[in-house]
């Protein structure tokens, strides 16, 4: 059974940083589109950033252009976000996703992890 499990999530002051890991046991790991979603209280889950399985290209949605980073450890099977100059909007429950790199379904999900931004 495929397995995303995130880790990193917590409480922070607008404007620090935060990083998310997400562990996956997909095999192989390499072969795999990773993403991060997040959905606030009363809004619907929204992208926030993917990298093909490549590695070579990666997309963020633009609220989060310029703060956000999404890298991969192939060897670690882990895929991470970090998140600089956090705003109390980026609070949310963030949500790790993979797809096969041929596929433009997000397959499996991981449980969500909180991060909250207090002003």
């Known amino acids: 059974q495929v397995q995303l499990v995130e880790s990193g999530g917590g409480l922070v002051q607008a404007g620090g940083s935060l990083s998310l890991s997400c562990a996956a046991s997909?095999?192989?790991?390499?072969?795999?589109?990773m993403g991060w979603f997040r959905q606030a209280p009363g809004k619907e889950r929204e992208f926030v950033a993917s990298i093909r399985w490549t590695g070579t290209s990666k997309s963020y949605a633009d609220s989060v252009k310029g703060r956000f980073t999404i890298s991969r450890d192939n060897a670690k099977n882990t895929v991470y976000l970090q998140m600089n100059s956090l705003k109390p909007e980026d609070t949310a429950v963030y949500y790790c996703?993979?797809?096969?790199?041929?596929?433009?379904?997000?397959?499996?999900w991981g449980q969500g992890i909180q991060v909250t931004v207090s002003s």
């Open positions: 997909l095999r192989p790991f390499s072969s795999y589109d």
């Open positions: 996703a993979a797809r096969p790199g041929y596929d433009s379904t997000w397959n499996y």
